[in-house]
Structures are given as structure tokens and as C-alpha cells.
């Protein structure tokens, strides 16, 4: 974009931050940086095709720094992340954890401010395969 349509378009985003504001504040992206962000993720998630469409460096950095989501993974089984105690909590009562999953930007999962859910169960509803019986939890830091 040459620097005049980058004015226009700051000001069309302007006026819609403005005048939406009530309606889509916090769907509608209103900053250009913020922008850029969404279409880089989208990109870098998208088919082969639209994945191509970014320049060399660029996957290179994803395929470097973006595999893992920041802070902490996704994961079966384990001890999972400690934010709140829950996950402490959830142990020493016997339960195990089935399934991990954490706020992951390149997935468009976005959980609070880098949140966790975490699934449970008990050792008996496991051995049952009682799989109704699992709990969820979320923390968030």
C-alpha cells in the first residue's frame, strides 16, 4: 500500500472504530497493526496455497518460533499447567488429566488472557471408560 492509502484506510478504520463501536467492538479490528496480525495468522494457518502466498522469511520464523503455543502446550496426560491451583486441586483429589489445551494464537484460540481447559477424570470412571463422567476446568493467568 503506498502511503496515501494507508492514510485513507487509518481513517476509514478510524471512523468505523467510531461509529461501530457499539455494535462490533470486539470482533472488528480497528488498528492496522492489529490487522496485519489476523492476516499473518490467517495466512499461516491457511490451505498450501495461502500459506505460499507469505514470503520465505516469513514461514521460515513461523516454522522457528510459532510451532508450540507461547507460555505453555497442549497435552495429554501429565501435570499440565499450575495457574489458579485447580490443576493442583484436581490431583490430589485422584483425578487424572485426559487433555490439555492452552490460548494458541496460530489456532485462532484465543482463552482469556492465555488461558487453560483442562480435562479430568477419575481413576474409576477411567477404568470404567466412563467418559461422561470427565470434568472440565479452565484457568486462567
Request: charged share 20%; aromatic share 10%.
Amino acid at each position: 500500500m503506498t502511503p496515501a492509502d494507508i492514510t485513507q484506510f487509518n481513517a476509514r478504520l478510524e471512523r468505523a472504530a467510531k461509529e461501530f463501536q457499539d455494535f462490533a467492538r470486539a470482533f472488528v479490528q480497528t488498528r492496522l497493526g492489529d490487522l496485519e496480525g489476523v492476516t499473518l495468522r490467517t495466512l499461516a494457518t491457511a490451505d498450501n496455497r495461502g500459506y505460499a502466498t507469505l514470503p520465505e522469511h516469513v514461514r521460515a520464523l513461523i516454522n522457528e518460533e510459532c510451532l508450540l503455543p507461547p507460555g505453555g502446550w497442549h497435552q495429554m496426560f501429565g501435570r499440565g499447567i499450575e495457574i489458579q491451583d485447580t490443576s493442583f486441586a484436581m490431583r490430589e483429589a485422584g483425578n487424572i488429566m485426559l487433555l490439555q489445551l492452552t490460548h494458541d494464537e496460530m489456532m485462532h484460540w484465543g482463552f482469556g488472557d492465555c488461558g487453560v481447559y483442562q480435562f479430568w477424570i477419575s481413576p474409576e470412571n477411567l477404568a470404567r471408560r466412563n467418559w461422561s463422567a470427565a470434568q472440565i476446568t479452565f484457568e486462567m493467568g
